[in-house]
């Protein structure tokens, strides 16, 4: 029996399997079960910057009414600021009962684009039991006088924010849409992330012909958006002190070991668990095993060892991966 315990972000972890921020996190029963299923942690559905600030200005305007109708009506004045029946609420209501009952940590996601009060929420989120926080900064930036340098700095703005705010490990999800995506990662890194999680996948409208209309749906992955991650999971290998998440693509064994393969400390799943249920965890981390028993490798062994060489120069050997692919790619396609 192979031993798969793993240390993400400075949590112990009892596999490498993690689910990710998604539909499956949105009710007791829906964690208990992914629990359950057996991954190695659990990241929660996301609290967005907007749902947070929305509810905060609902909070005071409520208590802006109240204390003009003070004089008429003193029943009427809450007697302090809630929202119980807010999302924010119902979040760190679901962390509170869910956070004792499972055996792997719970850790809390918040979704923003810029640094602000919202961050505040880290740490309620801690206080009701998260081990940990995932902060997924999701950005696009389509104002046309957005300098590059100004959006790197709102990422490390944020993460050295909420950095400040809690004591637990914070993790920062994130895109691959960066010039330097290597300098990015290492900025993050510097700027206290414990994790980075590659990668985010954005939104990406499509248009129906037929009703002429802009349609803003959101596909389950294939494993073949695993590609990018998994290169730049190689690239950061024992290069970044934070620890590696591989998000997106996996399907089968096959592509968590291929992320393992390529240095990924954990490997996150949504897609996979949302086609096949809770219990699939169970499957893909048994299969893990068998694979690396058949290999006879334990997980350590097996995880970097097909990354990018360390002392490797890692801008030559991405060009000399391009240019042989290329080679080989046009003596497969000529005609
Ligand atoms: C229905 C659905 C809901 C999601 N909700 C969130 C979310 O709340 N926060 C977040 O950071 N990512 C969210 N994601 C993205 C996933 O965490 C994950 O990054 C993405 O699906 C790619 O991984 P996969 O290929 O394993 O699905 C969601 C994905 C899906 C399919």
Do not use: C
Request: net charge negative; charged share 20%.
């Amino acid at each position: 029996m192979n031993d798969l315990r793993t240390r993400y972000m400075g949590l112990q972890l009892r596999n490498p399997l993690v689910a990710s921020a998604g539909p499956l996190s949105q009710t007791l029963d829906g964690i208990k079960s992914l629990a359950g299923g057996g991954v190695g942690a659990i990241v929660m559905y996301s609290l967005f910057e907007e749902q947070i600030r929305h509810e905060a200005a609902r909070e005071t305007e409520m208590m802006d009414r109240s204390a003009e109708s003070f004089a008429e009506a003193l029943s009427y004045f809450p007697t302090e600021p809630s929202n119980e029946s807010g999302l924010v609420h119902s979040y760190l209501q679901l962390i509170e009962k869910a956070a004792p009952v499972i055996d792997v940590p719970l850790i809390a996601s918040l979704n923003g684009s810029a640094k602000g009060e919202w961050s505040g929420m880290a740490r309620r989120m801690v206080d009701a039991g998260a081990s940990g926080i995932e902060l997924n900064v999701y950005y696009l930036p389509e104002d046309l006088q957005v300098s590059g340098r100004e959006v790197e700095q709102r990422y490390v703005d944020i993460v050295a924010d909420v950095k400040q705010k809690v004591s637990v490990p914070v993790a920062v999800k994130l895109s691959p849409f960066f010039s330097s995506f290597g300098e990015m990662a290492r900025r993050l890194d510097e700027a206290g992330a414990d994790a980075l999680v590659l990668f985010n996948r954005f939104l990406q409208p499509d248009i129906d012909l037929d009703q002429l209309q802009v349609i803003s749906g959101f596909d389950l992955s294939n494993p073949d958006e695993a590609k990018l991650p998994r290169s730049w999971i190689s690239a950061l290998y024992r290069r970044v002190s934070a620890s590696l998440a591989a998000s997106t693509g996996v399907e089968t064994t096959q592509d968590v070991v291929k992320y393992l393969l390529a240095g990924a400390d954990v490997v996150m799943t949504t897609a996979a668990l949302v086609r096949n249920g809770s219990s699939y965890a169970g499957q893909l981390v048994d299969g893990v095993t068998s694979w690396l028993n058949r290999r006879q490798l334990t997980l350590n062994q097996a995880r970097g060892m097909l990354a990018v060489p360390a002392g490797a120069d890692a801008d030559e050997y991405a060009r000399s991966g391009y240019v042989s692919g290329l080679e080989r790619a046009k003596k497969t396609y000529a005609k």
